[in-house]
Nanobody, 121 residues
Framework: QVQLVESGGGLVQPGGSLRLSCAAS????????MGWYRQPPGKQRELVAA???????NYADFVKGRFTISRESAKNTVYLQMNSLKPEDTAVYYC???????????????WGQGTQVTVSS
């Protein structure tokens, strides 16, 4: 009932930048929280950053000062601007959207398909 489409991953050299996008569509009444997670090779998925409907943000310590999360509510889209990328940022990045469906107002939590980010020279 809710589809997420991610884009923007790829291969970048250390110190470079990438911008990820995630657009939500479907039977959406409202969106509360939007977030980005990542799963490095051989490791568990971890939170990178999240943003609330009011614009409050929180970041994992390992990306503070380098990554910026933002959202465009009118388009149900969340972005992750990643600067000063490091090899250890290499991972599959997933977006997650939480909100309520129409017309039932049932809560939902949906995941994107994941986009690969590789930081390597």
């Amino acid at each position: 009932q809710v589809q997420l489409v991610e884009s923007g991953g790829g291969l970048v050299q250390p110190g470079g930048s990438l911008r990820l996008s995630c657009a939500a569509s479907g039977s959406i009444l409202s969106i509360n929280r939007m977030g980005w997670y990542r799963q490095p090779p051989g490791k568990q998925r971890e939170l990178v950053a999240a943003i609330s409907s009011g614009g409050s943000t929180n970041y994992a310590d390992f990306v503070k000062g380098r990554f910026t999360i933002s959202r465009e509510s009118a388009k149900n889209t969340v972005y992750l601007q990643m600067n000063s990328l490091k090899p250890e940022d290499t991972a599959v990045y997933y977006c997650n959207v939480e909100g309520r469906l129409t017309p039932s107002a049932t809560r939902f939590s949906s995941w994107g398909q994941g986009t690969q980010v590789t930081v390597s020279s």
